[in-house]
Nanobody
């Protein structure tokens, strides 16, 4: 019922910044919890950040806390992931996911709770 398209990835040097966008079509994000996940070569997909459908709750992986910020603009049906102070270990394919449910902080970090996924965007951080 909803399609998600990520954009904003690219190649940056360590210490640089990128802002990823997750744009939805078909449905509004207003009532959707939205999360960002990433998968690096040779590693399993891992949770990065998420925001509740109300926008009042966020959750971040410890590895990105203090550097990444998730936000949403429901008028534009878009969720953003601002990534600052990027490190080489942040290199991965970043995907956004959504579900029309309220998820508490713990549940937002579990990719099994999401039903809609984007195609992903590559983020590469050089040394």
């Amino acid at each position: 019922q909803v399609q998600l398209v990520e954009s904003g990835g690219g190649l940056v040097q360590a210490g640089g910044s990128l802002r990823l966008s997750c744009a939805a079509s078909g449905r509004t994000f207003t009532n959707y919890a939205v999360g960002w996940f990433r998968q690096a070569p040779g590693k399993e997909r891992e949770f990065v950040a998420a925001v509740s459908r109300s926008g009042g709750s966020t959750n971040y992986a410890d590895s990105v806390k203090g550097r990444f910020t998730i936000s949403r603009d429901d008028a534009k049906n878009t969720v953003y992931l601002q990534m600052n102070s990027l490190k080489p270990e942040d290199t991965a394919v970043y995907s956004c996911a959504a579900v029309p449910s309220y998820l508490n902080a713990q549940a937002m970090g579990d990719m099994a709770n999401y039903i809609y996924w984007g195609q992903g965007t590559q983020v590469t951080v050089s040394s």
